[in-house]
């Protein structure tokens, strides 16, 4: 059963590359003064898709006995997960540029976090 682990590691790329194109996205928002539109609300739903997503294919594979190398990989998935609702919360919902910042610079934090849990995954 080969797919879980090929599915783990397909969904980190994936969350590599958008992750740091949304974070890209809510910066330029913010430097052109505009609040997070319904698109990027949106890419940012998607994004949260993924994070869990990747959470339960990870959950699986601890289950099928196949841990990560290092078990700070374990606080790296849950703070990608609990980023972007965290933002939300912290900013009540609110929708300036202010937000488009935050988010910005919380899906490039996720995207930084993503890249360490690859080195500590294998």
């Not at 974070?23 to 898709?49: H, S, T």
């Not at 998935?77 to 919360?89: E, K, L, Q, R, Y």
């Not at 912290?90 to 993503?114: H, K, P, Q």
């Amino acid at each position: 059963m080969d797919i879980v682990p090929e599915a783990h590691r397909t969904l980190a790329n994936m969350i590599n590359i958008y992750a740091l194109i949304v974070g890209i996205w809510g910066l330029v928002n913010f430097a052109r003064k505009q609040p997070p539109d319904g698109n990027f609300n949106g890419a940012l739903a998607v994004a949260v898709g993924l994070f869990a997503l990747e959470a339960i294919a990870g959950v699986v594979l601890m289950f099928m006995g196949r841990s990560p190398s290092r078990d700070i990989h374990w606080l790296y998935g849950v703070t990608m997960v609990i980023t972007i609702p965290a933002i939300f919360v912290f900013t009540r919902g609110r929708n300036s540029s202010r937000e488009s910042f935050l988010y910005g610079a919380g899906m490039l934090f996720i995207w930084g976090l993503a890249e360490r849990a690859g080195e500590t995954g294998r």
